[in-house]
């Protein structure tokens, strides 16, 4: 596609349940990140992959939270007995990284909208 | 790790007014500062980007500084417009690359 894409736009899950968001980044594009957005707030790094390179985890707030992105592609965030406060905007990330072009722009999708009942 | 700082968190002006939105960072090491505008309901967006070897960029009514020394950046728009309100976001980006790390964003309003 031509952007990056998100799903489900918006999810509605029951506390304690597990929820899978997925991102299609911009073909090509080797980095993918996850970001948190609550409401009215900044942006939270979550996790970032780049390549084959094992994953930065770094940012993930607890072991409920995973991410996977297989072959390089689409990527998977999942939170696993899911709690009120991980209500939030979820927001993917792609960029094209390469040898001669190390920093270059990141192209956001529109976001999944989570919220926990 | 990076830490990014930006301030103001809400900046409110007249319309054609100029705004300054400034943001410091604590790696040394980083070398790729982009902004970011979020409309509402909106996924952010570049807007402007600055490397580490030059110390302003300009790009119609706004423009970015760069004070690695400092290590601060701001963002300046001039001539405010209606449509310039948004909540606008500063990031860095370290040498490696790995990871882009934000501020909180300025919320700016400009009142018309």
């Known amino acids: 596609g031509a952007g990056v894409s998100q799903s489900p736009s918006n999810k509605v899950t029951e506390k304690g349940k597990d929820v899978e968001l997925r991102c299609d980044p911009i073909?090509?594009?080797?980095?993918l990140y996850w970001y948190r957005q609550s409401l009215g707030q900044g942006l939270e790094f979550l996790i970032y992959?780049?390549?084959?390179?094992?994953?930065?985890k770094s940012g993930l707030p607890s072991d409920r939270f995973s991410a996977e992105r297989t072959g390089g592609s689409v990527s998977t965030l999942t939170i696993q007995r899911t709690q009120q406060e991980d209500s939030a905007v979820y927001l993917c990330?792609?960029?094209?990284?390469?040898?001669?072009?190390?920093?270059?722009?990141?192209?956001f999708g529109q976001g999944t909208r989570l919220t926990v009942v | 790790g990076e830490n990014v700082e930006q301030h103001p968190s809400t900046l409110s002006v007249q319309e054609g007014d100029s705004a300054v939105i400034k943001c410091t960072y604590s790696?040394?090491?980083?070398?790729?500062f982009p902004w970011y505008k979020q409309e509402l309901g909106k996924r952010p967006q570049l807007i402007i980007d600055?490397?580490?070897?030059?110390g302003e960029k300009k790009d119609q009514r706004i423009a970015v500084t760069l004070n690695k020394t400092a290590k601060h950046f701001s963002l300046h728009i001039t001539e405010t417009q209606p449509e310039d309100s948004a909540v606008y976001f500063c990031a860095a980006t370290d040498t490696g690359g790995f990871k882009t790390i934000f501020g909180a964003g300025t919320r700016l309003f400009v009142k018309a």
């Open positions: 990330a792609s960029s094209l990284r390469t040898s001669t072009a190390l920093n270059t722009e990141a192209f």
């Open positions: 790696d040394s090491a980083s070398n790729y």
């Open positions: 992959f780049q390549g084959n390179s094992a994953p930065d």
């Open positions: 600055i490397r580490s070897n030059v």
């Open positions: 073909s090509g594009h080797t980095a």
